[in-house]
Structure formats: C-alpha cells, structure tokens
C-alpha cells in the first residue's frame, strides 16, 4: 500500500502542477494584441503603425474623457509593444504570450520539477498582463509632467529613489521582495519613492537615462545618479544614505558645544541637538537636517562616547532616551525640547516646523521677510512684526538684548519680533524713518503689517529712539495691547523696497563646493566603469574641443584669404540688393511693400519664449524655420528670399529654431499634427535620425495652434517627411540668380520650394490649424 500512496501523490502533485500552469497560460491568452488594435495576424509594421496612432489619439486620457479611457489607452499601449517588436509577436503568435523562450520554458521548468523536484516560482507570478502587475506599486507610478513641476523641485526638500521597470522582466520579477521592503521603511524616514514603468512612460524612461530594466536611480537637488551594487536591503540604505551631503550634521561634543551653539547670531538660525545612545548619526535625523537646512543647524551628540558627560549633566540628559533640543539666543537653556523611545518623522516634523526662526530674527533677505512677516490674508490671520534698526557692534548690543527680553515676555501667535542692520538695509530704514535726525546712529523701533506683494506696508515708528529703558518697554507694551483693538493705530503708509540678500557673496563658495561635488560624482562614475552615463559628458568635451581646434585651423586659412579678396564695390551691392528686390516683386505683383530692406530672422531661445511666443498678442503669429548648425546658411538665406514679400504685415514675426538644440519641443508638437510625425517607441531605431530641417511652423501664441509646412521634394507636390532625397535643384535658380551654388547648397534650399504660396495661404486662413493644450516648454 504504500507505494500506492507514494504513486497516488506524485499523480496528484504534478496534476495541481498542470492546472496552474494551464491557468496561467489561459490568464496570459486572455489579452490580444491583434483585437485590441484591430488588426489580423498577418498584417504589416506600417499598418500596424497606422492602428495604433489612431487608437492613441482617440483613447489619450487627456483628450478621452471617458472613466475607462486611461485602461484602454494602456491596453493600446501594451498591445504595440508587442506586435512592433518582431521576437515578441512571433513568440505570441506561437505560444500566447510574448515572453521571449516561452515554449522552452515551459519544457524546461516541467522537466526540472521531475529531476531533481524544483520549480521557478516566477514562473506562476509573471505578469503576463497589467492586470497582474503589483498593485503596491501603484501608488508610486510617476507620469513626466508629475515628474518634472512636483518631483523634481521637491527633490530639494528631500531625496527620491526611483526604478524603472517594464512588463517582460523576469529581473524586475527577482528584485521584488527587496524593493518592497526597502520602499515601505525608506518612506516611513522621509525618502520619496517612485516607480517608473519603461513601456507607458517611454518618454519619461528616455529623460532619466534609462537604457534597461529594472534600473534604480537617486535624484536629489533635480540631480539623478544610478544605483550601481546588488539590489540587497543595506547597499539601498546606504546608497540614500550617500546621496545627502556630507556636512549636514555636525558631531558635538564637550570640547566644541559652545562653539557650535554660539554660531547662531553668524548664522542667523536656531541649533538643533540630538542626544542618543546610536554611534552613527541615524539616517531619519540626516534627512530631517537635509529638509530643514535652510532654517536650522544640526549637532549630534554620542551619549555613549566619553568627551560627552559634561553636556549630559548641562543639559540633564537622559541617556536612554533619544532627546531632540532646540537652542535659539541663550545656550545655556534650550528654547524646546523632545525626548521619545522612538522618534518618529511626524513627531520631529511638528517639533521643528514650531521652531524654525529665533526669537527676534534678523532679516536677510525678501524670502525670509515674506516668511516672517506674510501678507495678511482675513481679519482673523493679521500678523504684525516689530522691527527693530539698528546697528553692529557693541555699542548696539544693550538696545538689542533689551528688545530680545521684550520679545520673549511678549511672545504672541499674531506678533513677530525681528531686527535689521539699517546699514546693510540702508534703502528699508530710511523709507520708514523718513531720514529724521533724531534716528541717525541709534537704534529705532518699527511696527508694520505687509498690505500685499508689491510692497505696500502700514505702519508706525516709535517717537523716539530705542534705548531699552523701562519707559520704551512700556510704550512699546501699550502699543501692541492697542493694535489688537484698534489696527488702524498704523496710520501712515509706504511701499518698501526688496531687501537686499546679504547671503549673496556666499553663492561663490556655494557654487564652487557643487562644482567640486560634480567632479567626484564623475570621477566615481568613472572607477565604476558607468560609461554610458559618461558619454554625454565626453561628448561634450571632445566637442568643445573640435570646435575650439577647427575654429583655430579656419581662422588661419581665412585670415590670407581674405586680404587676397576685395570686397565688392557700393554700386555692385546696390545693384545686387535692387535685383533681389525685383525679382521678389515680379513673383508677388499683389505682395506687400516690406518696411525694411531685409527680413529680420531672430532665434528662438528660452530667453525670449515667452515674450516671442506664449505671452504673443492677439492676431499675431511667429513664423518659425527649423534648421541644424549645417543648413543653417542656407536655409536661412533662402527663407528670406521667401517671406521677404510678406515683411510688410506687423502681425507677423520670423524667427527660427535649432533641431541640434530643441528637438524634444518639435517632436512634442508633431504630434498634435496628423501624421506629421511618428509616435517614438524603444524599438524605433530611426526615429532620433529623422530630419526635420527646413520645416516651418506658423505659431499663433494666444490661440495655442499652429500651422505646419512641410519640405518640398522633387515628384510631390503636396511636400513629404522626408529629406535631403533628390531634390529638384532646377527650380528657382533663374528666377534667383544662383547658378553658382553648390548642388548641396541648392538641395537644401529645395527644401522651401512653394513656401511663398503656404504664406499666401496662411494669410488667407485656408491652412489646417493643430491645437495644443498649452505651449510646452523650451527646454
């Protein structure tokens, strides 16, 4: 009997074996590529192409409001990921699912439970679709624009750990359990945690560098470094861990807490002291001093180590318990103070978002007046400050302590009390001492309340001078016991000045110290043979490098050439000018009389975006030629030759833009334009080649459309996406007079054949317009 039974469990085993793989497989054949675009099985890439432009653009979540449209957008999106990749629709079309050796696996995982009674667990858990993605790291999937306006400025508040992963990884699969793990207990710190999936943000994926899945990343101060070790719980830790500066905690002890405390009027903020039995500076405190940086100086304090007695007794410490202290204008007393057996971020969070300013703050700065003193909102959120002028030195210091004790006595959630240097603020002092004698070299006490943003402040000065007597303090007491009954008691008015920053001259040492980070982070890059992150970098020296050579090598040849050549005569340029402008007249009898005798093509650059395009007055339109570094004189100067009839209209601005430089913002805007471009996939080995110069957009900034014109070749009237293909060089050369350019020169301006006809057209307003949801940015 008992082999029997032995026998009769085997059969059950590989029975329940069978049904799960059987399940599987029917989960992965429940999604078809082919019904999802609605094509057959035996159907081209082109038309396959063609099905899925148009499913995109109908599903696209932001123009499909349909509660179901995001699914079906991803379904869509899935569906062309296997179908435009050969390997993966051959491996669908025989197996039902596009991993790639999925019949073998199969085999060989079968085979193995037989030998030696082992099988591969992912085996059951691949995500054959999306429906059998995680669902836990849902929460954290990152979309480019969520990426760019929130991410990456909150990447200076606190650091990210990003992965990217796809459907078909297995390693993605393996990598799993840690990633969990590590995400759930770096969140709880403070870390930000993001996932990005390769196949749906491909745009995204591109922008992070991400040339394979799964890869992991560290962004911090919009900064991205790639995670390079075993994907094992501590190398994470650790890898966060590095991506913090090195000096944001200082390690206090008995010989240099004084100094330490004592920096506070140098810095002009409040010190933080943890006291705690851990011999590393935990990493939630490194990331709580990372986030507050800029309002607070951070010391850690060893309870364990000797050369630490002296501050325990100081400040009564209890060694088994973790103690936060926050110290303001007297060291020899915390202002506040935390102790709990486990710190948590809420916990340190409402602590020291309570304590970020000392007592009576100096205001350095706009940013730091707008934070002390905000802009009343409601009668209920009115917030006075106290200001008090005054100077450096010991001369000052009896005034300023007797306005310090005032301000601690008379601390209120509606008052702020705070002190400037009137010599380093002279412009904010003498708008509201009005330049009065009795005020010159002494201190003076101001109350005001901020109106708006623009500066406007209501105010009063105190009638005499500041000293700290007894009879200021009771003055100054009445005062504010007056302003909560009566806030019109601040009668006089004036608009103040920005503050000037005295912390600029310390942007120099600021910027050398991440200049000098930059080059260790490329130097390490190095030592971890991480070349295609590096590749940017060289390319960008080796390029510099090559322009600075060959500028050199041109300069020395054309400096004999050119003494050798006489330039032409006055009567040959003006002929010269004359025939051009003829010419242009006799194609255009009904054109336009230009305003002046040359067309003025300007760059389109980020500096001049916004007032060129996006902030463009009504009815107005700029006329952009897109171009490269190598046809930029050519097209250039026949772009000119184009539009120069068309000059005469004040409602239009000519301008162009560089392909080497934006183009990103083009391929965005292609694709509001039907079947102007294609839509980029990983597996498009041509689409970064394609050649977009000597395209023309019409851009109506207030309207948010644009009108495109595409190059002209030679057997297609109606212009092509393609380029530099035969163009007819014979057009145009009479009627121009420049039979003596190069066939290139002459292909290359081929490529605006007829753009005097689109122009025509366009000012008619019988060109196809393409909208956009709003400009994006040239960047």
């Given at each position: 009997?008992?082999?029997?039974?032995?026998?009769?469990?085997?059969?059950?085993?590989?029975?329940?074996?069978?049904?799960?793989?059987?399940?599987?497989?029917?989960?992965?054949?429940?999604?078809?590529?082919?019904?999802?675009?609605?094509?057959?099985?035996?159907?081209?890439?082109?038309?396959?192409?063609?099905?899925?432009?148009?499913?995109?653009?109908?599903?696209?979540?932001?123009?499909?409001?349909?509660?179901?449209?995001?699914?079906?957008?991803?379904?869509?999106?899935?569906?062309?990921?296997?179908?435009?990749?050969?390997?993966?629709?051959?491996?669908?079309?025989r197996?039902?699912?596009?991993?790639?050796?999925?019949?073998?696996?199969?085999?060989?995982?079968?085979?193995?439970?037989?030998?030696?009674?082992?099988?591969?667990?992912?085996?059951?858990?691949?995500?054959f679709?999306?429906?059998?993605?995680?669902?836990?790291?849902?929460?954290?999937?990152?979309?480019?624009?969520?990426?760019?306006?929130?991410?990456?400025?909150?990447?200076?508040?606190?650091?990210?750990?990003?992965?990217?992963?796809?459907?078909?990884?297995?390693?993605?699969?393996?990598?799993?359990?840690?990633?969990?793990?590590?995400?759930?207990?770096?969140?709880?710190?403070?870390?930000?945690?993001?996932?990005?999936?390769?196949?749906?943000?491909r745009?995204?994926?591109?922008?992070?560098?991400?040339?394979?899945?799964?890869?992991?990343?560290?962004?911090?101060?919009?900064?991205?470094?790639?995670?390079?070790?075993?994907?094992?719980?501590?190398?994470?830790?650790?890898?966060?861990?590095?991506?913090?500066?090195?000096?944001?905690?200082?390690?206090?002890?008995?010989?240099?807490?004084?100094?330490?405390?004592?920096?506070?009027?140098?810095?002009?903020?409040?010190?933080?002291?943890?006291?705690?039995?851990?011999?590393?500076?935990?990493?939630?405190?490194?990331l709580t001093?990372?986030?507050?940086?800029d309002?607070?100086?951070?010391?850690?304090?060893?309870?364990?180590?000797?050369?630490?007695?002296?501050?325990?007794?100081?400040?009564?410490?209890?060694?088994?318990?973790?103690?936060?202290?926050?110290?303001?204008e007297?060291?020899?007393?915390?202002?506040?103070?935390?102790?709990?057996?486990?710190?948590?971020?809420?916990?340190?969070?409402?602590?020291?978002?309570?304590?970020?300013f000392?007592?009576?703050?100096?205001?350095?700065?706009?940013?730091?007046?707008?934070?002390?003193?905000?802009?009343?909102?409601?009668?209920?959120?009115?917030?006075?400050?106290v200001?008090?002028?005054?100077?450096?030195?010991?001369?000052f210091?009896?005034?300023?302590?007797?306005?310090?004790?005032?301000?601690?006595a008379?601390?209120?959630?509606?008052?702020?009390?705070v002190?400037?240097?009137?010599?380093?603020?002279?412009?904010?002092?003498?708008?509201?001492?009005?330049?009065?004698?009795?005020?010159?070299g002494?201190?003076?006490?101001?109350?005001?309340?901020?109106r708006?943003?623009a500066?406007?402040?209501?105010?009063?000065?105190?009638?005499?001078?500041?000293?700290?007597?007894?009879?200021?303090?009771?003055?100054?007491?009445?005062?504010?016991?007056?302003?909560?009954?009566?806030?019109?008691?601040?009668?006089?008015?004036?608009?103040?000045?920005?503050?000037?920053?005295?912390?600029?001259?310390?942007?120099?040492?600021?910027?050398?110290?991440?200049?000098?980070?930059?080059?260790?982070?490329?130097?390490?890059s190095?030592?971890?043979?991480?070349?295609?992150?590096?590749?940017?970098?060289?390319?960008?020296?080796?390029?510099?490098?090559?322009?600075?050579f060959?500028?050199?090598?041109?300069?020395?040849?054309?400096?004999?050439?050119?003494?050798?050549?006489?330039?032409?005569?006055?009567?040959?340029?003006?002929?010269?000018?004359?025939?051009?402008?003829?010419?242009?007249?006799?194609?255009?009898?009904?054109?336009?009389?230009?305003?002046?005798?040359?067309?003025?093509?300007?760059?389109?650059?980020?500096?001049?975006?916004?007032?060129?395009?996006?902030?463009?007055?009504?009815?107005?339109?700029?006329?952009?030629?897109?171009?490269?570094?190598?046809?930029?004189?050519?097209?250039?100067?026949?772009?000119a030759?184009?539009?120069?009839?068309f000059?005469?209209?004040?409602?239009?601005?000519?301008?162009?833009?560089?392909?080497?430089?934006?183009?990103?913002?083009?391929?965005?805007?292609?694709?509001?334009?039907?079947?102007?471009a294609?839509?980029?996939?990983?597996?498009?080995?041509?689409?970064?080649?394609?050649?977009?110069?000597?395209?023309?957009l019409?851009?109506?900034?207030?309207?948010?459309?644009?009108?495109?014109?595409?190059?002209?070749?030679?057997?297609?009237?109606?212009?092509?996406?393609?380029?530099?293909?035969?163009?007819d060089?014979?057009?145009?050369?009479?009627?121009?007079?420049?039979?003596?350019?190069?066939?290139?020169?002459?292909?290359?301006?081929?490529k605006?054949?007829?753009?005097?006809?689109?122009?025509?057209?366009?000012?008619?307003?019988?060109?196809?317009?393409?909208?956009?949801?709003?400009?994006?940015?040239?960047?």
């Open positions: 009997m008992e082999p029997g039974r032995a026998g009769l469990g085997w059969a059950a085993a590989l029975l329940l074996l069978l049904l799960a793989a059987l399940g599987a497989q029917a989960a992965a054949g429940d999604f078809d590529p082919y019904r999802v675009l609605g094509v057959g099985r035996s159907c081209r890439q082109a038309d396959i192409k063609k099905a899925y432009k148009r499913l995109a653009r109908e599903w696209h979540p932001d123009k499909n409001k349909d509660p179901g449209a995001e699914d079906k957008f991803i379904q869509i999106s899935k569906a062309y990921e296997i179908l435009s990749n050969e390997e993966k629709r051959a491996n669908f079309d197996y039902g699912a596009a991993g790639e050796g999925q019949g073998y696996s199969q085999q060989r995982q079968f085979h193995h439970f037989h030998e030696g009674f082992y099988f591969d667990e992912s085996f059951f858990h691949f995500p679709n999306s429906e059998r993605r995680d669902t836990s790291d849902e929460k954290y999937l990152l979309h480019y624009s969520h990426y760019i306006h929130e991410i990456v400025p909150d990447s200076f508040k606190k650091p990210y750990l990003i992965k990217i992963t796809s459907d078909w990884c297995f390693s993605c699969i393996h990598i799993e359990p840690v990633w969990k793990e590590v995400a759930q207990e770096l969140e709880v710190l403070g870390v930000g945690i993001g996932v990005v999936h390769a196949g749906y943000e745009r995204l994926a591109h922008h992070l560098g991400a040339h394979s899945t799964p890869s992991l990343l560290g962004l911090i101060n919009g900064k991205i470094t790639f995670f390079h070790n075993a994907v094992l719980r501590e190398n994470l830790r650790q890898f966060v861990e590095n991506l913090l500066p090195g000096n944001l905690v200082e390690k206090v002890t008995d010989k240099n807490y004084i100094q330490f405390l004592s920096n506070w009027k140098k810095e002009n903020k409040p010190h933080v002291l943890l006291f705690d039995h851990m011999p590393v500076v935990p990493l939630l405190y490194k001093a990372f986030a507050y940086r309002y607070l100086s951070f010391g850690y304090v060893y309870v364990g180590l000797r050369g630490t007695e002296e501050l325990s007794r100081q400040y009564n410490i209890n060694v088994y318990t973790p103690t936060m202290m926050i110290f303001k007297h060291i020899d007393r915390p202002a506040d103070v935390v102790q709990a057996r486990d710190m948590k971020k809420q916990l340190i969070d409402d602590f020291l978002s309570q304590n970020k000392l007592m009576v703050a100096r205001l350095t700065n706009q940013r730091l007046f707008q934070e002390l003193c905000p802009v009343k909102k409601s009668h209920r959120q009115r917030k006075h400050c200001v008090l002028l005054t100077g450096e030195g010991d001369k210091a009896e005034a300023y302590e007797a306005f310090l004790s005032f301000a601690v008379n601390t209120k959630d509606t008052l702020r009390f002190h400037i240097y009137s010599d380093r603020q002279p412009e904010f002092a003498d708008t509201l001492l009005m330049d009065e004698e009795k005020y010159r002494k201190p003076a006490v101001v109350i005001l309340e901020r708006n943003d500066g406007k402040v209501a105010y009063k000065t105190l009638e005499e001078a500041w000293q700290g007597s007894n009879e200021d303090n009771f003055i100054l007491l009445d005062l504010v016991d007056q302003l909560r009954t009566d806030p019109g008691l601040l009668s006089a008015e004036t608009v103040l000045a920005d503050l000037n920053d005295e912390l600029a001259p310390m942007f120099l040492i600021r910027w050398l110290y991440s200049t000098l980070e930059y080059i260790t982070d490329c130097w390490d190095l030592f971890h043979s991480n070349w295609r992150e590096m590749m940017p970098l060289l390319s960008l020296l080796f390029s510099a490098l090559f322009i600075l060959g500028t050199v090598i041109v300069q020395a040849f054309s400096d004999s050439s050119d003494t050798r050549d006489s330039l032409p005569s006055e009567k040959e340029e003006t002929a010269t000018k004359t025939e051009k402008n003829d010419t242009s007249f006799s194609k255009e009898s009904n054109s336009r009389i230009p305003k002046k005798g040359f067309v003025e093509v300007t760059e389109l650059t980020d500096i001049n975006y916004n007032s060129n395009l996006v902030r463009l007055r009504p009815g107005h339109m700029n006329v952009v030629l897109i171009l490269s570094n190598s046809t930029k004189t050519a097209l250039l100067q026949k772009f030759l184009e539009v120069y009839t000059t005469g209209s004040s409602s239009l601005h000519f301008s162009f833009l560089s392909l080497d430089k934006h183009r990103g913002w083009l391929e965005y805007l292609l694709e509001f334009a039907q079947d102007a294609p839509i980029p996939n990983q597996y498009d080995k041509h689409f970064l080649e394609r050649d977009y110069t000597g395209y023309v019409a851009l109506n900034g207030h309207k948010k459309y644009f009108c495109l014109f595409k190059p002209h070749r030679s057997g297609d009237e109606g212009g092509t996406l393609g380029s530099g293909e035969d163009y060089s014979s057009l145009h050369t009479e009627a121009r007079g420049k039979s003596s350019c190069s066939p290139g020169s002459r292909s290359i301006k081929n605006l054949h007829k753009l005097s006809f689109w122009m025509e057209r366009l000012l008619e307003g019988s060109l196809q317009r393409f909208y956009i949801p709003s400009w994006p940015t040239l960047d």
